[in-house]
């Protein structure tokens, strides 16, 4: 099975600062990769898809990037509302999917 | 506006069984896939299951294979999650999820909407 890693698992910021989470697959994905955000008791959202689409309706200050093993999730300019837990996902053949163990972003 | 409303959490007790239900409207149902998505208290999110928009394919996780069942009835617009032999390790909040593809671009393992979940506690 696929194994994802995300770094770090939890990061300290502040308003304002540029964001970069990482996530790392045990073997290619290709570009088979999802961002979610969640807010403590509310389910994940999704951010991004296909690695570096941007899903409809999420400001364009998220982006993702990345293919193979290697992907980021950056925010340009973080605010008050992206105080959260991030996850990667992954797809990958025979209908495996797996996320990542998350990164919580918290107030500097 | 999509909705998908879980229901049948309960406490249980360790080699009991459940039907957890999932009620979708604002979309054509019968047009996506589904799945489960399910997430331990504290803990991360883990992938559970998923039926095709037809109900003619269903693909598990290993850690839930031969004693979970999926399966969907598309003129109620209803998922559903038969769960047996349950154990202390699948006490979890349960989500249903729409798959952003449908019948056209397939299925995208990429989870647009999401319900709010509904809790599992397998305990004695």
């Known amino acids: 099975d696929i194994q994802m890693t995300q770094s770090p698992s939890t990061l300290s910021a502040s308003v304002g600062d540029r964001v970069t989470i990482t996530c790392r697959a045990s073997q290619s994905i290709s570009s088979w990769l999802a961002w979610y955000q969640q807010k403590p008791g509310k389910a994940p959202k999704l951010l991004i898809y296909?690695?570096?689409s941007l899903e409809s309706g999420v400001p364009s200050r998220f982006s993702g990037s990345g293919s193979g093993t290697e992907f980021t999730l950056t925010i340009s300019s973080l605010q008050p509302d992206d105080f959260a837990t991030y996850y990667c996902q992954q797809y990958n053949s025979y209908s495996k999917v797996t996320f990542g163990p998350g990164t919580k972003v918290d107030i500097k | 506006e999509v909705q998908l409303v879980e229901s049948g959490g309960v406490v249980v007790q360790p080699g009991g069984s459940l039907r957890l239900s999932c009620a979708a409207s604002?979309?054509?149902?019968?047009?996506?896939?589904m799945h489960w998505v399910r997430q331990a208290p504290g803990k991360g999110l883990e992938w559970v299951s998923l039926?095709?928009?037809?109900?003619?394919?269903?693909y598990y996780a290993d850690s839930v294979k031969g004693r979970f069942t999926i399966s969907r009835d598309n003129s109620k617009n209803s998922l559903y999650l038969q769960m047996n032999s349950l154990r202390t390790e699948d006490t979890a909040l349960y989500y249903c999820a729409k798959d952003m593809g449908g019948t056209v671009a397939g299925t995208t393992y990429y989870f647009d909407y999401w319900g709010q979940g509904t809790l599992v506690t397998v305990s004695s």
């Open positions: 604002g979309f054509t149902f019968d047009d996506y896939t």
């Open positions: 296909k690695a570096s």
């Open positions: 039926i095709s928009w037809d109900g003619g394919s269903t």
